[in-house]
């Protein structure tokens, strides 16, 4: 086991010399944890305990490389330093030795040291038999307490390495979930996200719930809302075998600067209050972006509405212009609650929805296949239009002041080209001139 984890965490790996740090220092958290089990990042993220003078070491790395350099918690002695591919953390030793700080972790599996200098594991808590074993073990239970963000870590744990949780542990964990409130309501979100980024997390979303730690965060969040929640990874499955870029969609983030994919909003969209207004004034609360709150919001205004049967082509066309960038999630959502009506009908037990037949749900997915055609064709008129003439071109052609009604003029002109009336430029400013003088544009 030791020469493996030397190999995996060896020092030529680090963006930073071994030279550079003293003696003793100990890696530690889940760097140590993922060695053991052999999973293996792109991104290093390093944690170090130093006996002292942590800043002062963090410092002087980020100086020697020209690194970048964040004081965490200068009360507790934490430092960060940033590479381009990797980040190390530099916290001060807690208590009079080693074995005092790792018994103020959070679980066994992350209270494992290692010692680079000597190649030496420090395993007081036997995290590597619980390693070994897929369990998630408290280290106790006023550590739980102490910060209470560790109970929904368990969940978000358990669903990364695919662990169970150990009977003593669940049992604190629900005595806890109380104490889950007085989390601030960003640090929680960032736990949640792990878990609605993949169809892993959804059962610890629902245990979570069951356990009391939803409610705080999620007031709206009921038994439906869960089933809610299965519906759309079940959805999302079902589309991507379908339309494989429809997919690649899904699992793209809403932008590069936020870490939440399309199929993560449309979950989340499940979690909240169904009123998109509402809804707005929750996730508000919850600290997310403007960014993310729109695609929950607008995903959950428009997928009611998401069916072609008897749309026209203009109703079509002012779907796809108010779900622009959100149309994956709408659809998935779509999709995910006409299948759990589908399934429910029948029976309202859970299992009965999760049940019901993949080839059924398929075969309903067909209903919105004109829609996710039209969105994955980027020369589709409807929902794609591309624009025949500008409003300047109007403005000037028609002698018309700027004003609202350009606008309107401008999308009368793009329903009219997607509906095979009009295809050239001279087309559109002479049916522009028509709906002037009939007074179309009043």
């Given at each position: 086991?030791?020469?493996?984890?030397?190999?995996?965490?060896?020092?030529?790996?680090?963006?930073?010399?071994?030279?550079?740090?003293?003696?003793?220092a100990y890696m530690v958290g889940g760097a140590v944890r993922d060695a053991i089990l052999g999973r293996t990042r792109e991104y290093l993220d390093l944690d170090f305990v130093i006996p002292s003078n942590a800043v002062k070491v963090a410092k002087a790395i980020a100086h020697h490389y020209n690194a970048g350099f964040v004081l965490l918690d200068a009360e507790r002695q934490i430092a960060r330093v940033v590479f381009p591919h990797a980040t190390a953390d530099f916290a001060q030793q807690e208590g009079d030795s080693l074995e005092v700080d790792l018994h103020r972790r959070d679980f066994t599996i992350n209270a494992i040291a290692y010692n680079p200098h000597t190649q030496e594991i420090i395993d007081p808590l036997q995290g590597y038999a619980d390693l070994q074993q897929g369990i998630l073990r408290m280290v106790s239970p006023a550590n739980l307490k102490d910060d209470p963000l560790r109970l929904m870590r368990a969940y978000r744990q358990a669903a990364q390495l695919n662990f169970t949780i150990e009977s003593a542990t669940q049992t604190t964990i629900r005595s806890l979930a109380s104490h889950i409130s007085t989390v601030a309501a960003e640090r929680f979100r960032v736990e949640i996200g792990y878990?609605?980024?993949?169809?892993?997390g959804t059962p610890?979303?629902?245990?979570?719930?069951?356990?009391?730690?939803?409610?705080?965060?999620?007031k709206n969040a009921t038994r439906e809302s869960l089933n809610k929640l299965a519906a759309v990874d079940n959805a999302a499955v079902l589309l991507?075998?379908?339309?494989?870029?429809?997919?690649?969609?899904l699992q793209a983030y809403v932008r590069d600067s936020i870490k939440t994919t399309w199929l993560a909003i449309a979950k989340l969209a499940s979690l909240v209050n169904p009123n998109p207004e509402l809804a707005e004034i929750e996730l508000q609360e919850l600290t997310y972006s403007r960014a993310e709150v729109r695609g929950v919001t607008t995903a959950l205004k428009l997928s009611p509405h998401?069916?072609?049967?008897?749309?026209?082509?203009?109703?079509?066309?002012?779907?796809?212009q108010d779900a622009d960038i959100v149309f994956p999630a709408t659809v998935v959502l779509a999709v995910a609650f006409d299948n759990l009506v589908e399934a429910m009908s029948g029976d309202n037990?859970?299992?009965?929805?999760?049940?019901?037949?993949q080839g059924t749900h398929a075969a309903r997915c067909l209903v919105f296949a004109p829609l996710i055609n039209r969105y994955l064709n980027p020369d589709d008129?409807?929902?794609?239009?591309?624009?025949?003439v500008s409003g300047k071109d109007l403005i000037i052609a028609l002698d018309i002041p700027a004003s609202p009604i350009v606008g309107k003029l401008l999308t009368e002109i793009a329903i009219a080209q997607a509906e095979g009336k009009i295809s050239t430029p001279t087309d559109a400013i002479a049916f522009a001139r028509e709906l002037i003088?009939?007074?179309m544009m009043n």
């Open positions: 086991m030791h020469s493996f984890i030397a190999s995996t965490l060896a020092p030529e790996n680090w963006p930073f010399s071994l030279a550079l740090l003293p003696q003793p878990l609605l980024a993949n169809a892993q610890w979303i629902t245990t979570a719930w069951e356990d009391g730690l939803l409610t705080p965060f999620f991507a075998q379908n339309w494989q870029q429809l997919g690649v969609q998401l069916k072609v049967a008897n749309m026209s082509l203009r109703e079509q066309y002012f779907l796809f037990q859970l299992n009965t929805a999760v049940a019901t037949t008129l409807v929902a794609h239009p591309t624009p025949l003088e009939a007074k």
